[in-house]
């Protein structure tokens, strides 16, 4: 998961130089807190209970299952989280930038285009992540508000209506941005971990004994004696550490060193703290396992408690939406989604998105699991198999960048990756036992979501394909029409191709109907590179191909918006020199018809079709006035 807060970014430079000033270190330290730590900051109000219960099976749990399920907890926070992401996967960053498809991106560089099992597993990875996108406001938000229930009984009916409310206007507001509250997730959350660390302190002065917890073998001596059942307790520890993704999905925001720094000094001690506590009360009193975090503290702290709880998770799952808003716009990017309406909320934050579709997707997924699941004890058993499956990816994906991009030799590799793969593989195993108790749902919506992205990547290379095929050579085009009669009009001309080395439709469709060409004619072809931003000295190439003719080339990074126009215009210096008021941009729109003869299967040719018709208009992905556009229609059978 990743949350834009771009007014605190870090630049690359500063993260592989470490030239951060002291002050700025700190600032992306305590924002990191709020945007990285939000999620797994979250995790205490229902990890240790779910995972005592499940390890209890119904009975009261006695202090050794306590022991061990807590002693599991605390090494999945230092193997997963601290070992795996902050200490290894931080440092695998493609220019600065983490996350999934940024991964997929690093090491289909090193390993070229052709091997195909890199893109499937980036993007089996994009798509649970969907999947995980879903849940963690439903289960933040209700497993807060559950604390009302300890206030009075009476409040009981209100936990699923008051959760529904808080959630509408949360995806309400997304519109608007969140650059104006955003600075304030910071020094809320570090209030949250702070509040974590005292309710923990105070159970384990009670019962000291709690921190023989600390001794891995009590967990591997509970996952031996029980079985079935220590592995079902498994997956319900993995709970814990849901939002570990977060710290490399974050990188390019906080870098690698505030985020480490936020990490060994708040955020870990805070949970171990509070892990720890909720322990020692169980030790104590077994039956306050009904919400072992809210019993941590007195009466009179409960309504705070609550509130701040509420407010935390409110953060944690605007993190997880935002995040879906950067996912999803890389996906577009690297041709993996169709084109969707990306609107800015900021005219100066350039990370501010908001992507509608994708929010009244969120929105209605959501909805629908506070009101089907009810409880967060209901949701628990459909959490974590998709943010497994995505760790499994990472660690896949990983041996690969090590391999190849940091030049390791084979064996040395896999010695360094092996293990985690092995701990993320056990998790994953032990969240498929709760595949029957919702745990199909993310699966599911990420199936669905991986077919979706597999077909519009194959149509799309199918569409290039055919393209090529029946094109013209731009370059014997531009010798016939700088010696025919065709009549000049004043002005200039851009058409849009994805082949600039081939006569673009539109520009074949324009002179064969309309009898007439531009003063001047610019063939433009935008590309997505495998970095997520480029350089704006690297944007450009022109290359001019006769007096009236010219081929420019615009690079983007896959976490970069085309702005074309803005483009074009920066690129006087290289002798283009046109008025873009007195410029038509010329599109070619497709409509596609299915083929009898289509390499795809007919139910996927299909759907690459529907999926076509309701992409967003290439004008306003590529930023471009819509008053300038002249669109040529052409009809395709795939």
């Not at 073998?217 to 709970?239: I, K, Q």
């Not at 019993?295 to 997880?320: D, F, G, K």
Request: glycine share 8%; aromatic share 8%; net charge neutral.
């Amino acid at each position: 998961m990743t949350a834009h807060t771009p007014t605190l970014a870090a630049t690359p430079a500063h993260q592989a130089a470490g030239t951060l000033p002291r002050s700025r270190f700190l600032t992306l330290a305590l924002g990191s807190i709020g945007v990285v730590y939000g999620d797994i900051g979250t995790s205490p109000l229902y990890a240790v209970k779910e995972s005592v219960t499940a390890a209890a099976g119904g009975a009261t749990p006695t202090p050794e299952i306590v022991l061990g399920v807590l002693s599991l907890i605390l090494w999945a926070l230092v193997v997963v989280v601290t070992l795996k992401y902050v200490v290894l996967m931080l440092q695998a960053d493609n220019h600065g930038e983490g996350g999934t498809l940024t991964l997929m991106a690093l090491a289909q560089k090193a390993v070229g285009h052709g091997v195909a099992i890199i893109p499937v597993l980036g993007i089996a990875g994009a798509a649970l992540f969907y999947g995980d996108a879903m849940i963690t406001p439903a289960i933040s938000v209700l497993s807060a508000v559950e604390g009302l229930n300890l206030v009075t009984p009476a409040f009981g009916t209100l936990v699923v209506p008051v959760s529904i409310a808080i959630l509408i206007a949360l995806f309400a507001v997304q519109s608007r941005g969140t650059a104006s509250v955003a600075v304030w997730f910071g020094p809320i959350t570090l209030v949250w971990f702070v509040a974590l660390a005292a309710g923990g302190v105070a159970q384990i002065a009670a019962e000291p004994g709690i921190l023989a917890a600390v001794n891995p073998l009590h967990g591997a001596r509970f996952l031996r004696e029980h079985g079935l059942a220590g592995l079902v307790a498994l997956g319900a520890v993995f709970l814990a550490v849901t939002g570990a993704e977060a710290l490399y999905a974050d990188l390019g925001h906080f870098g690698r060193g505030p985020i480490r720094a936020a990490w060994l000094a708040v955020v870990f001690p805070a949970l171990v703290l509070n892990y720890l506590g909720q322990g020692a009360l169980l030790i104590v009193r077994p039956e306050a396992l009904e919400n072992p975090f809210f019993r941590l503290y007195p009466e009179w702290a409960l309504l705070p408690m609550v509130a701040i709880a509420t407010v935390a998770t409110i953060i944690a799952s605007q993190a997880v939406i935002t995040g879906a808003f950067s996912m999803t716009q890389q996906a577009m990017q690297l041709g993996l989604l169709p084109r969707l309406e990306v609107r800015r909320t900021s005219e100066t934050e350039k990370g501010q998105i908001y992507i509608p579709r994708v929010n009244i997707g969120l929105l209605l997924a959501v909805l629908f699991l506070v009101q089907a699941f009810r409880t967060s004890s209901g949701l628990a058993a459909a959490y974590g198999i998709a943010v497994t499956g995505t760790m499994v990816v990472t660690a896949l994906l990983a041996f690969v960048v090590v391999w190849r991009v940091w030049g390791w030799p084979r064996w040395a590799a896999a010695t360094l990756i092996l293990p985690f793969l092995v701990v993320d593989a056990l998790f994953l195993g032990a969240n498929t036992l709760k595949i029957a108790e919702g745990g199909w749902l993310p699966l599911v919506v990420g199936g669905v979501l991986l077919v979706v992205m597999l077909t519009w990547r194959r149509g799309t290379h199918l569409l290039a394909e055919r393209a090529i095929h029946g094109d013209v050579p731009l370059a014997g085009f531009v010798a016939a029409a700088e010696r025919g009669s065709a009549e000049r009009v004043p002005g200039t001309a851009v058409f849009l191709t994805g082949q600039p080395d081939n006569t673009p439709t539109a520009l074949l469709h324009n002179l064969k109907h309309n009898r007439v060409l531009h003063a001047r004619n610019v063939v433009l072809a935008v590309e997505t590179a495998d970095a997520p931003r480029v350089d704006p000295a690297d944007r450009a190439t022109v290359t001019p191909i006769s007096e009236s003719f010219t081929v420019v080339r615009l690079v983007f990074g896959y976490m970069e918006a085309p702005d074309v126009v803005r483009a074009l215009a920066e690129c006087r210096p290289l002798g283009l020199d046109i008025d873009l008021m007195q410029t038509s941009f010329f599109l070619s729109r497709r409509k596609l018809k299915p083929s009898t003869r289509s390499p795809m299967p007919r139910w996927q040719d299909k759907l690459f079709i529907a999926l076509s018709r309701r992409a967003d208009d290439a004008s306003a992905w590529f930023g471009i006035p819509t008053g300038r556009v002249v669109e040529i229609g052409t009809q395709i059978v795939i």
